[in-house]
């Protein structure tokens, strides 16, 4: 790293986009499905067909309040939609409608910790607003022969969105990973958004600045787009911070304009501008007046945020730190590790099952437990067996990982696999009794002193096994037999 | 590709109902209103060829209590103004026809109205439904109402008016009750009242003040109170007005790009020389100066565009505490000195309006009524009464429209 960038200190805010998973578009019926073949979801509203008007969805706009409570905003009393003027193929209408002057909320936080070494203390991050849009058309280019056509796709119009906008608080690429983690966590918590970067469903753009250390100047920003995972804004930020500090080492002035992160390249490069204008009140949706009583009702159905769930699973159920965080990081995974507890298991083995074997389960498989065939009955069905030591822990991460994608029960799975556990005193005595003699050099090592071979022999009475052996009670029997010589 | 002068349609899409309050009445449109599978174009090259996919909501009611529409007439572009509007003159040529929608945003149907006999009527803005109109100032147009006899005015609004789903900006309370009887009394007995301008500047023009004066008589001679008031700031009324119609115009005519609909040369060049060179040939040039001067407002004088918005605010206020005094306020339909069926600039265009454009910018409803206000000099000279009332007094309104016409019936052809 130069050290020029030390010189300095960078200045980040971020605008992230995050599409609600409504069921319906902003300002219309049609199914808000822009994955569908092009131009189906669509109606006289999202065309934009003259004489047809918006009409705002009650279910977007309660997805929409229930992620600023999330983040701690206040929901404005009275918040109006704006049209913001620019042509560009992909918006028809010449304006997009969203939230200028008068937002839906105002003044949030989200707390991260405050640097990787120290996760303990934690940094506030403030949100300036976040405020409700429609989504624009999505342009396809191809060619006709050898000539260029882009073909407008109007599935993506009109899809709810909303924009969070933050306080230039952050100061480091760290911070503005982390923020943008946990901003996905706390979204993700309240049902309202699949909030993926990879899928399009969060969209993260970085302002940033730089200015000597110390000082509270605001200088010229420039604004980076096109991120499509946290870790490329990480990267993104990085490079543009290195490059205003070059810019500036070299007594040149940072533009304030637009850049587009490359991923391949690793490298930020200026785009062309849109033409835009400003945002002129819309006459035609009316403003949305936020009745108190409503407000309380969609309050009641906030969730137990992660930190707050964190916390109950420290002081109620004993996790380690580390352990509680990961159980809390995903709604889904904390409410599977919370119903697996209420069926009777311990929640340290619970949570040891699930982060050792589970997770790593379903990552490899590209799986999400709610897609997955597995229950928290079936589960702790398993984990029953293992305690009875019906079964082994190796045959148990077998049946577990066949039980992601396969019904049955647990004791079904086990015995179509032959996997129980073999506890019968007098077969294993055999087991044990035929391995010894087949290796009489290494039980003859055993005698003169050397513990370490019944380990190895251990391994060869588990393989002709075929694992399933009892293992504390096979080591137990091989002990006894190699002494008994 | 403009519409032809006036295509009668016989086969609509849907025959209207029979035996309901609007059977046997007839209605022209101008193709800025939906009516499925009719060209609707707006007048404008932008919308060349584009034929609505569904029925406008106030077609829909007015088929619903059977009433008939006859075809659509040529109209302004984008309803910007009358200058090629034939709805007005058709409607008073024709025996057949009854009536005739007309969007009203400087106040079209009413001057139409004045110029051809008619009478005209602008409602409360969120009264009736916008869905299927090609609108052009989301905030100050609503669909007018040309008529050649006032009771049926009342009789569609009753059939119109009134929430609608399908637009999210309208009125939340009920109409009024359209059945209202005609009379000069409030229910009470107590007279309506109704204010004229004392020392108006627009009405010191001799011809128009005589005019005027003989429609104030026949107002007293009705059993009306007559009370001269002062009508606040009414010279800010036009640049309020046309800062903020022509930023609403600009934001909503961006949809005339090209891209979806309008005859689109085949090019090379990128998307912005196509946005030049559609929108260069799409617009006749008095809508063009219009977007030009909004799209000035939106990137160039911003502030001038709050100030106006502060401004009709405030001169809301002052013009909705007359109502405190008077019931409806009485002016003079037109100036009797412009010609707007021939205005082709913006000023000449809002000079025309002058005395309509209050209505509009306020939201309020205005009735023009012909015939008490002819020129003793030039009897072709009607310079119209408009009577303006309270935002939702249509109801009220038109009930003194009708008073005004049964005790002037020697003024009216029969």
Known sequence: MNTSSNTYEAVIGLEIHVQLNAATKLFCDCPNQPGDAPNRNTCPVCLWLPGAFPKLSREALEKAVLACLSV????????????KVYYYPDLPKGYQLSQHHKPLAINGWIDIPGSKDSADQLRRLRIHHIHLEEDVAKLIHETEGRKPVSLVD?????APLIEIVTEPDMRSPYEAMEFLKKLRTHLRYTGSTECSMEKGTMRADANISLRKPGTEEMNTKVEVKNMNSIRHVGDAIAYEIQRQAECLDRGEPVTLHTRLWDPDKQVTFPMREKFAGPCVPDPSVPAIHMDAQWLETIKQRLPEMPSQKADRFMAEFGLKADDAHTMSQERDVAEFFEAVVRLGVSPLKAANWMIAHLMPGLRDRNLDLCTTRLTPERFSGLLALLDNEKINAAAAKEILFQMLEK????????????????????????????????????????K?????????????????????????QMKEILTRQLNSL | MTTDTFVHRPSAPDAPVSGGPLSGLSVIIHPDLSVRDWPTDAGSKALAGFCAVFDATLISRLKGAGASIAGSASMAELGFGINGSALARILAGDDTLHAGLMTDTLG???MAACLSGLWGFKPTWGLLSRYGLTGLVPSMEVTGILAKHPADIAKMMAAMAGPDDNDGSMCVEPPPDFSVPANAQHSDGKLFCIGVPKNMPALSETALAKAFSRAKDAIAGSGFTVKEIEFPDFQ?????????????????????????????????????DMYL????????????????QGAYFQFQDYEAFENACILRRTLLSQVSALFTQVDFLALPTWDATTDPFSADTISDTYAAFSLTLAANLFGLPALHIPNLAISAENSSHDVGVQLMGPRMGDAGLLAAGQTLFHHNQGAFPS
């Open chain 1, 407 to 446: 019904d049955g029960s647990p004791e079904e799975l086990t015995a179509a696999a032959g996997l129980e556990q073999v506890s019968d005193e007098a077969a294993l005595v055999a087991l044990a009794d035929g391995i010894i003699a087949g290796h009489p050099s290494d039980a003859a090592d055993f």
């Open chain 2, 277 to 292: 060179a559609f929108r260069g040939a799409a617009f006749d040039p008095l809508i063009k100066t219009f977007l030009m």
């Open chain 1, 72 to 83: 701690h905003c206040t929901v404005a009393e009275e918040s109006a939609f704006d049209q």
């Open chain 2, 236 to 272: 800010l009324i036009a640049s309020t007005h046309q800062i903020i119609a022509a930023v609403e115009a600009s934001s909503s005519a961006g949809k005339y790009d090209g891209v979806r609909y309008g005859r689109r040369e085949d090019m090379d060049g990128n998307w912005n």
């Open chain 1, 448 to 472: 003169n002193g050397n513990p370490k071979v019944v380990g190895f022999l251990m391994g060869l009475a588990m393989k002709a096994s075929k694992g399933k052996a009892n293992p504390k």
């Open chain 1, 154 to 158: 109007f599935n993506r119009a009109g």
């Open chain 2, 108 to 110: 079209e149907a009413r």
